[in-house]
């Protein structure tokens, strides 16, 4: 779940003693074309279907968390409604005099079909590209209908789980993103409640394109000088717990970097992680430039793509206060049979290049504008199942950063960037 570079604050602990007073806490039914009880999957998205455990979540000020403390929020760019461990809960959302919840004074929401088995995901409008989405309401039975998302008496008490953390909203993002946590390479904020913090890597230059991706029986692996060390990953695996992944280097030899000259050195590689576990930062644009139709300013895509005409322009925002902090640039590439809610088309043969431009781009960027680079970090022969880490080093702190995927060859790649499960596209850590 699949996150703007936000610092972790004081774990929530949950419990009913440690609810604050002034929230209130409830359960959701769907109502309309799709209907049932809303629960959870382990990485918080919120479906209707499947045999869920009915989820319980509470409300303060317009912001939800559920009972394992993690932030409610809309993905960006599906408007998925999911809790995410280490997100800043998304405020905007209230219970009318009905029950109903709603987000900016807006009832209606979507459930969008993940398979034939009636299991829905749940969105505040209709996934782009998904014929099968209907429109539902979920209501709370009632409950902190007092106080539209203030306290309400009737609060029912939140069950046993897992402490849970939040953090301060950072203005212009809905999803917690950050720096990689102490054991993938970074030093975490003092505040950071998760995981020991053994000491950092070694420190890689810039251009260095490494390949990892944690296999836990392959912890004792020897790593490489130019490699990641055990403390630095680019994902930890589903089931490893944030501040403790290990990045052990498997032996596999494909999908390593090109050997040419332009090229950095080849990293290992290792097979996809399930899903991003931890914080991290996602695009806010992403802009498909083509070289046979130079003036044409695309707009923003929610799709990633490359081909021997066409580019990918991504932008990363990144906070001023991760100034002095380790970032890494990554690109998971999952197995199609992976995915949940996104997929891809591969064709042809050839790589990806990867690039730092010298300025941001906007909705107005087309092939004749696009900013020239001012780093390139080579050429990756990009295979399924795999993760690699493109770049490595000093966060670019307070400012907006570009990066390009370009294809060479005859390769022609198109993928919906998405980090819900497993989570695909390219990312900031």
């Known amino acids: 779940m699949k996150k703007s570079l936000i610092p972790l604050a004081l774990g929530l602990g949950a419990s009913a003693a440690l609810i604050p007073r002034q929230q209130c806490c409830f359960q959701l039914t769907a109502s309309g074309n799709a209907s049932g009880t809303v629960g959870q999957l382990s990485d918080g998205q919120n479906r209707i279907g499947g045999g869920l455990r009915v989820a319980t979540y509470c409300i303060n000020n317009g912001a939800i968390i559920d009972s394992n403390g993690r932030g409610c929020i809309l993905t960006?760019?599906?408007t998925q409604f999911q809790c995410d461990a280490g997100a800043s809960a998304q405020s905007?959302?209230?219970i009318n005099a009905g029950g109903g919840l709603q987000y900016n004074h807006v009832a209606q929401f979507y459930a969008c079909p993940v398979n034939d088995n009636g299991e829905y995901n749940l969105y505040t409008t209709p996934v782009s590209g998904q014929t099968k989405c209907v429109g539902i309401t979920l209501n709370t039975g009632g409950r902190c209908v007092s106080a539209g998302g203030q306290a309400s008496a009737s609060s029912p008490g939140v069950s046993n789980g897992p402490v849970g953390s939040t953090s301060s909203p950072t203005p212009g993002f809905t999803k917690s993103s950050a720096l990689v946590t102490a054991s993938e390479q970074s030093s975490v904020p003092a505040q950071a409640s998760s995981g020991s913090s053994p000491a950092p890597g070694p420190t890689l230059t810039e251009g260095s394109v490494l390949v990892v991706g944690p296999t836990p029986s392959e912890e004792s692996a020897s790593l490489p000088a130019t490699a990641l060390s055990k403390s630095s990953v680019a994902a930890p695996s589903p089931t490893t717990s944030q501040g403790s992944a290990s990045a052990p280097i498997p032996t596999a030899p494909q999908g390593s970097a090109s050997a040419s000259p332009s090229s950095p050195p080849s990293g290992s590689v290792g097979k996809c992680p399930?899903?991003?576990k931890g914080n991290y930062q996602y695009p806010h644009l992403i802009i498909p430039i083509n070289s046979s139709q130079p003036s044409t300013a695309p707009g923003t895509s929610y799709f990633g793509q490359v081909s021997s005409t066409i580019c990918s322009i991504f932008n990363f925002d990144i906070p001023q206060s991760y100034s002095g902090q380790k970032c890494s640039l990554v690109f998971l590439f999952p197995q199609q049979l992976q995915l949940e809610t996104?997929?891809?088309?591969?064709?042809g043969s050839g790589g990806v290049e990867f690039s730092k431009l010298g300025s941001s781009v906007s909705q107005q960027t087309s092939w004749s504008n696009c900013p020239a680079k001012e780093s390139n970090y080579g050429t990756l022969d990009?295979?399924?199942?795999?993760?690699?880490t493109i770049w490595s080093g000093s966060c670019p702190a307070g400012q907006t950063v570009a990066y390009k995927m370009?294809?060479?060859?005859s390769l022609n790649l198109r993928y919906f960037q998405d980090y819900n499960p497993s989570p695909i596209g390219l990312y900031m850590r």
């Open 76 to 78: 960006g760019p599906t």
């Open 92 to 94: 905007g959302f209230s």
């Open 274 to 276: 399930a899903d991003l």
């Open 342 to 347: 996104s997929s891809y088309t591969i064709s």
């Open 382 to 388: 990009i295979q399924p199942g795999n993760s690699y």
């Open 406 to 409: 370009c294809g060479t060859g």
